[in-house]
């Protein structure tokens, strides 16, 4: 029998986030004889804890919730916190030897791009370095080409759509580099869709004599909740009847709620929040839409794509791959104009969205759950 890898994964927690969701699905589906995994997080907190298999150890830095307010009471726990994290960036040696109890890894993973650093400066010079990117760095702040460029430093970078790969292709000074980068799918779960979208709708009423028009992320300024909401009001006032449902939660989501207020229409958008299963809604509503500004690659499509739904979606990092350059959903120009020639295109033809509905009965999604696992795991096992 061949001796187990050692690795060990580092990622901030495992909220409710694209990132953390993919990780905990790769988890699942790897086999366990053949890997001792330490899964190392800053804090110990996220919907997705529970569902770790039993096998990996989770270590963490931290207990308790994330801070994301400055209530005076919250600062100095906050700030021990941001302390103890840069202490240990510093100087890991303190980290290595005292929780990871100088255990020689052969791999060390950082599950997403803001541990790049702590991955990077770890004290084991020996072990393999492993990166995987799930947004477009080249429009998230901060992320210069030159900072882009450090991540050079691993021995692949796993990416997850096509722009990521070509942003990095671009920044790549020679042949070797290139050989660090590979484009690999999200692993998702299809069944877990499927079978959660056929449970009861709670408190929402979807009326069949108004379309609506469903968006399910986190609401953040990225996700265009704003436009989609000024678009629902400017159909509205040219007479055509739907309401919008938008589902998730984030800091923005009072300042969205207050300009649904301020737009008047309260009575036809509604923010239901987060839930757990979202899929029920995406199954009643007529439309799927999509209103980000910028994405890494939108899983929310896939998921939208195996309920076979009609999508609407603006043209962003990832969109046309997903939907086939435009064959199995409308892509619109990334602006509230293009928001709004979409659902004006739904509302006034709704038989226009057919041809991808025929198109999707037969589609075989690239995005297969054991193609992901076999080919991150084959990255793995011959680094």
Do not use: C
Request: hydrophobic share 35%; no cysteine.
């Amino acid at each position: 029998m061949a001796e187990k890898k050692k690795i060990l994964i580092r990622i901030g927690s495992l909220r409710h986030g694209g990132a953390e969701k993919v990780l905990v699905t790769f988890l699942k589906n790897l086999p366990e004889e053949q890997y001792e995994i330490d899964l190392l997080l800053n804090l110990y907190s996220g919907k997705y804890l529970p569902e770790v298999p039993k096998w990996i150890n989770i270590l963490y830095l931290h207990k308790g919730e994330m801070i994301t307010t400055n209530r005076p009471h919250e600062i100095p726990k906050k700030a021990a916190r941001v302390l103890y994290q840069g202490m240990l960036k510093k100087f890991p040696n303190i980290l290595y030897k005292g929780k990871l109890k100088n255990k020689k890894y052969d791999l060390e993973f950082a599950a997403i791009h803001g541990m790049r650093d702590e991955i990077l400066g770890s004290p084991l010079k020996n072990s393999k370095k492993i990166v995987w990117i799930h947004n477009d760095l080249s429009q998230v702040k901060g992320y210069t080409e030159q900072e882009i460029r450090k991540f050079f430093g691993f021995d692949k970078i796993m990416v997850i759509s096509e722009k990521i790969e070509q942003l990095f292709h671009s920044l790549a000074r020679n042949e070797k580099e290139k050989q660090k980068i590979v484009k690999i799918y999200n692993p998702l779960d299809t069944g877990e869709f499927i079978s959660k979208a056929d449970q009861p709708v709670l408190n929402y009423t979807f009326e069949t004599s108004v379309p609506t028009f469903i968006s399910v992320g986190t609401v953040f300024p990225q996700k265009g909740f704003d436009r989609l909401l000024k678009v629902h009001k400017r159909l509205l006032d040219e007479g055509f009847q739907h309401k919008v449902l938008i589902i998730g939660d984030g800091y923005d989501f009072e300042n969205i709620k207050k300009l649904k207020s301020e737009l008047d229409v309260d009575e036809t958008a509604v923010m239901l929040g987060f839930t757990d299963n979202p899929y029920p809604y995406f199954k009643n509503a007529d439309f799927y839409i999509l209103s980000s500004r910028y994405e890494g690659f939108p899983t929310v499509l896939f998921e939208a794509l195996t309920l076979k739904k009609r999508i609407i979606s603006t043209e962003v990092s990832g969109a046309a791959e997903m939907l086939n350059n435009g064959e199995l959903g409308l892509l619109v120009d990334n602006s509230e104009d293009g928001i709004y020639q979409g659902m004006k295109e739904a509302l006034s033809h709704p038989e226009s969205f057919e041809k991808y509905i025929s198109k999707l009965k037969n589609y075989e999604m690239p995005f297969k759950l054991e193609n992901s696992v076999r080919k991150i795991a084959s990255i793995l096992d011959n680094l």
